[in-house]
C-alpha cells in the first residue's frame, strides 16, 4: 500500500494522508531508526559529529516530520478513526523516547563527541549540549528500577495528556449559540458575520452560528457591543472541558489534571528535582522557581 507520510519529501500532502496510513507508517519508521541507531553504535569506532550526530538527528527530524503533521490533523480535523490511529501510536512513540533516552551506549557516544569541543562549532556544541542534557532528563543516570517506573510514568502522562485534549476538543466542538437578530452581532467586522452565517448553512441551520473556534468566538469577545453575548461567549470558552459552565461535567478534565500532576511530580523528584516546576526550568530562561514567582 502507498503511504503518503513515508514518501513525502517537502511539505505534507494533507489530502493524502488517511488513518489506516498513520500506525504502520509510525511502526516503519521507529523500526527503522531503531536499526540504524543499533547498527551504527555497534559500529563506531571513534565517534564524532559527522558519524554519530549529524545522522541521528536526520533521522529524528524525519520522524518529527512524519509525526508532526498527523498531530495536527488530530487537532484540526480530528474523526473517531483519526484519533484511533493517534492513540495507538502514543504508547510506541512514548516507549521509544524513553528508550533512546536512556541508551547509555547511545549517552557515551555523545559524550565522546563533546569531549572534542575544538572538532566543533558554537550550533554543534549547543545541540550536543542540549542533547546531553535531555539524556539526563529522560533517566539515563537512574539505576534500572527507577528507569523502568520513568517509563511507566511517560507512558501515563502520554496518554493522560491525549485524553485531556480530546475533551478540550470535544467540549469546544458541542457548545454553539444560533442567532435569529442581525441586531445582536451589532460591533462585530462584516467577515465575523459571514463566518457566522457560513457555520449555520454549513450545519442547515438559519440565521448566523458562533462557536468557541478562535475565528469565531475571539471577533465577539473583542468587538460585540452586547455585554451579555460577550459574558456566555467568554463564560463557555473558559470554562470548557471542567465542572464549571455550560457543559458542566461532561467532558471534565478535572481528574485527569490531578493525575498529571501527581505524575509529573513523581517523575522530577526520580531525577532529583524538589518539584517539577525545577525539572521545567532546566528548559528555560529563569533560573530558578523564586526567579519565576518574583517576576510574576
Not at 517537502?10 to 504502520?24: A, N, Q
Amino acid at each position: 500500500m502507498s503511504n503518503p507520510l513515508l514518501e513525502q519529501t517537502g511539505l505534507p500532502t494533507f489530502s493524502r494522508i488517511m488513518p489506516e496510513h498513520i500506525e504502520p507508517a509510525i511502526d516503519h519508521l521507529l523500526a527503522e531508526n531503531r536499526h540504524r541507531i543499533g547498527e551504527l553504535l555497534d559500529t563506531a569506532q571513534s565517534p564524532d559529529w559527522d558519524s554519530v550526530v549529524e545522522p541521528i538527528e536526520e533521522w529524528e527530524d524525519r520522524l518529527g516530520r512524519i509525526w508532526s503533521p498527523v498531530s495536527h490533523m488530530n487537532s484540526v480535523v480530528n474523526s473517531e478513526a483519526l484519533r484511533a490511529a493517534y492513540n495507538a501510536c502514543l504508547p510506541k512513540l512514548s516507549d521509544y523516547g524513553t528508550e533512546m533516552g536512556q541508551n547509555e551506549k547511545l549517552f557515551a557516544a555523545y559524550q565522546a563527541v563533546a569531549a572534542n569541543p575544538g572538532a566543533l562549532d558554537a550550533g554543534q556544541r549547543r545541540v550536543l549540549d542540549n542533547a546531553l542534557r535531555d539524556f539526563h532528563l529522560s533517566g539515563v543516570d537512574l539505576p534500572a528500577d527507577k528507569k523502568l517506573r520513568f517509563k511507566q510514568i511517560s507512558q501515563e502522562l502520554s496518554s493522560l495528556t491525549s485524553r485531556y485534549s480530546e475533551n478540550v476538543l470535544d467540549a469546544t466542538d458541542a457548545w454553539s449559540k444560533r442567532v435569529d437578530d442581525a441586531a445582536a452581532l451589532s460591533g462585530l467586522p462584516q467577515s465575523a458575520i459571514d463566518l457566522a452565517r457560513q457555520s449555520a448553512e454549513q450545519r442547515g441551520q438559519t440565521g448566523w452560528l458562533l462557536t468557541l473556534d478562535y475565528p469565531s468566538f475571539h471577533p465577539v469577545l473583542t468587538y460585540a457591543d452586547d455585554a451579555a453575548l460577550r459574558h456566555e461567549v467568554y463564560q463557555a470558552y473558559q470554562t470548557r472541558a471542567s465542572d464549571q459552565g455550560p457543559h458542566a461535567g461532561r467532558f471534565d478534565n478535572s481528574e485527569s489534571m490531578e493525575q498529571i500532576l501527581r505524575l509529573r511530580h513523581e517523575q522530577a523528584q526520580l531525577l532529583g528535582f524538589a518539584n517539577y516546576a525545577e525539572r521545567s526550568l532546566v528548559r528555560k530562561m529563569a533560573r530558578s522557581t523564586d526567579e519565576v514567582v518574583q517576576f510574576l
